[in-house]
Each structure stands twice: as C-alpha cells, then as structure tokens.
C-alpha cells in the first residue's frame, strides 16, 4: 500500500542503502579478508559448513553470506551457497581479472577514506594525498608503498585492459606508449591482441623499474619495455600510439590540455592518441559508477572524471581528426583521434 504522506514506498529504501552503502563495500573487503571467496573455490556450502571452514560463528557468516548473496557475488540453492560469476571473475587469486591488489589497497587506505577527510577537501579543494602533495612524488620516496600502488592498479587495469584493444585497428601501429602506465597493464592488453606491435611505458621511478616484472609474468618482456621519464618535463620516446589510461582523471583541464598538446607535438602524421577512463554521460547525470570515482579523485588527487564529450571536444581542438569515443566493458570507455 502506498504511504499516507505521498511519498514512494521505493524511497525509503534508497536513502537507506544510500546511507549504508559503506558497509556492502566492507562486507567485500571483510570477506576478502577472511578468505572467504577462496574457502568457497571447491564447492558449496551450508552456513554452517562456511563459518567451519572460516574459523568463525555462524551468526557472522550467514550476516556475511546474506550481504554477498544480495550483492551477486554467491548464489544460494536451498540451504547452500556458491560462488557466483562475478566472485570466480573478481574475488579468486586464479582468475586473470583477480581484483585481489586492489581490494588489499583498499583496506590499507580505508582509514583516510572519511567524511572529516572529503569535508576538508571539498572546503579547501585540495587532495589529502597521503598527506600532503602530489601522491605520485611521494611514491619515488617510498619503494613499498608505490609497488602497493602499482599492483592495486594493475589488478583494476587489467580486465577493461584486454577489451578496448579488440575495439580498434591497431594493425598499422608499430609502438605504443603507455604514459603513467604504471605495471603496464594496457600495454600487456593491446600487445597480447596485437602480436606485431612492441610497446613502452613512461613512468616515474621506482614504477618504471617494476614493469619488467610484469612483462616476464605475461611473457612480453622481449616486446615491453619502460623509460624513465617526467611526463611533465621530458620529451617521449618517439611511438605512434599514445595511451592514458586512469591519467587524466588525475589532473586538472588546463594539465589534460598540456598533455593532449605534447602527444599532438610528438606523434607522427597518422599517429593516434587514447585515452582510456571511467567516462562520465555527455549529461554528467552517470552513470554511477563514474561518479564514485569522482569522490576517489576528490580524496586523492586535483583531477575530476570527464564525459567523453569533455575530451572528444579537447582532442579535436588540440588538432586531432576521427575523435570518436566508445564505451569498451562497463563504464570504461575509449577517446580516440588521429594526428592528420
Ligand atoms: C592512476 S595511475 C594509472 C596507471 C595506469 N595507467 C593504469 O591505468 O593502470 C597513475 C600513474 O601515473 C604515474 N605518474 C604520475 N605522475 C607522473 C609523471 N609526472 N610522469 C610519469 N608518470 C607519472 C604514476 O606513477 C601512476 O603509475
């Protein structure tokens, strides 16, 4: 029946699992910590066979068993739950879109993830980094911590990495650069879907150093390699694609423009630029999951999400010819231009 007041019974419940959205992402994290997704890898199991294996009460592990069925990560028949598609996919050390360094990073980082933290952001309009500054300098301070970075990404990077290559032709380019690359994962992407094409990374040290390790576990090492380099200050190695995957959300338009700029000045005729983000509708009303990692970026950094609207309109006044944008695997989604 609906309520007396007017208002929809339906809105009860969004503001509520608005207001409580934290705790599904923590119900993932907990059940990552726990080990959970892994005790379930052989089978399925009662409530009561779960909390067994888990080490802990059955109250927290039908709680916990409950959330993660609502959230489509385990299913359950009659009194047994099992890994569903998205958990095989996602929460699984076997899986090569395992997502487990990114779910670590979150645990480590969670703590700077409050309301005091994003007020003081959105007041001042300053990132808290990990304190001060420019989060990416103070990796080249603190070896672990940029290492921890690095695979938090590639494991995020890797699945919406081996889709947007299948969606360009990319037979006519002999060498890509991944600019901030980090592991290399889009990298590792475009060359496992294009043999003949070799393929750099330009980062900042110490993750230059760390994607030879990552091109010896995708055996790619005789065709991805790294260069050191500022991408603020030294020139690129020459190439004839330029890509950015998770940069420009990074920085500021007037930053974006700058390095929109420097790909034009560096490629050759023909060569293409793309950008590779969680894009943002031309309307900027969604989808949502864009705007989540808006909030990231407000914690984190000075950049914003942009639509593909935002940077089809950058490219093209930068020069760029055939600007197209294209939505890959979700929410990520490609632009892409030509320098004529
Ligand atoms: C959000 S991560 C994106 C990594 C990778 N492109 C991906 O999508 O998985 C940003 C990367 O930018 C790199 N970076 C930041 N400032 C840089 C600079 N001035 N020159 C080169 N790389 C930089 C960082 O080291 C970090 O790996």
Known sequence: MAPSNGMASHDEDSILEILYANFGCFALLTAHKLQLFRVFEAGALTVSEAAKRLNIAERP?????????????????????????????????????????????????????????????????????????DAFREHAEDIARARVFTHAMHCQSIAPAMMWPKRLDLSNHKMMLDIAGGSGAHAIGALQQWPEMRASVFEMAPVNGFVREYADKYSLSGRLTAVLGDMWKDPYTPADLHFYSQVYHDWTEEKCRFLTEKSFA?????????????????DKSGPRLPTLMGMVMLLWTEGRQYSGLELSELLESVGFVGVHTERTLGSWGIVTGVKP
Request: with cysteine; hydrophobic share 40%.
């Open 266 to 282: 560096s490629l050759p005729s023909r060569g293409r630029i793309v950008i590779h983000e969680l894009l943002l509708d031309s």
């Open 61 to 133: 592990a039908e709680l916990l068993l409950t959330t993660l069925t609502a959230q489509r990560l385990i299913t359950k028949m009659g009194d047994r739950y099992a890994l569903a598609s998205l958990a095989q996919q996602y929460c699984l050390e076997s899986s090569p879109t395992y997502l487990g360094g990114m779910l670590d990073f979150a645990v480590a980082t969670h703590a700077m993830c409050t309301v005091e933290n994003l007020e003081t952001c959105a007041r001042t309009d300053r990132s808290l980094a990990y304190g001060s500054g």
